[in-house]
């Protein structure tokens, strides 16, 4: 059985940073692509970032390039999203999102993904 928890969230001020970690169990002769998927109240589902299952391969938004930074360590159940210079439009739930695929790619869609974690609240303040 997969799961998919998310931890890392919390509360920061405009300018600061946090880093989310996403840890996934039984896949241990299983690879998938893995992406962060964020939802605010008001707006559209969003993948912010995603990474393919040897860590070489990424994706990311345009509102969140060149400050977040998604990362997979050669343990491949653990991917981490380094988030800094942070803006009060960066708060919402976080997702952790995890696709089954044999190819090392990078999923580039918000939804379609096979296992899902039950999210971390962000939340960026003035």
């Known amino acids: 059985q997969v799961q998919v928890v998310e931890s890392g969230g919390g509360l920061v001020q405009a300018g600061g940073s946090l880093r989310l970690t996403c840890v996934a169990s039984?896949?241990?002769?299983?690879?998938?692509?893995t992406g962060w998927v964020r939802q605010a109240p008001g707006k559209e589902r969003e993948l912010v970032a995603g990474?393919?299952?040897?860590?070489?391969?990424?994706t990311y938004a345009d509102t969140v390039k060149g400050r977040f930074t998604i990362t997979r360590p050669d343990l491949k159940n653990t991917v981490h999203l380094q988030m800094n210079s942070l803006k009060l439009e960066d708060t919402a739930v976080y997702y952790c999102?995890?696709?089954?695929?044999?190819?090392?790619?990078?999923?580039?869609?918000?939804?379609?993904?096979?296992?899902w974690g039950q999210g971390t609240q962000v939340t960026v303040s003035s």
């Open positions: 990474i393919g299952w040897e860590g070489q391969q990424s």
């Open positions: 999102a995890a696709r089954y695929t044999r190819d090392d790619i990078v999923w580039t869609r918000e939804d379609g993904y096979d296992y």
């Open positions: 039984g896949y241990s002769y299983v690879s998938a692509t």
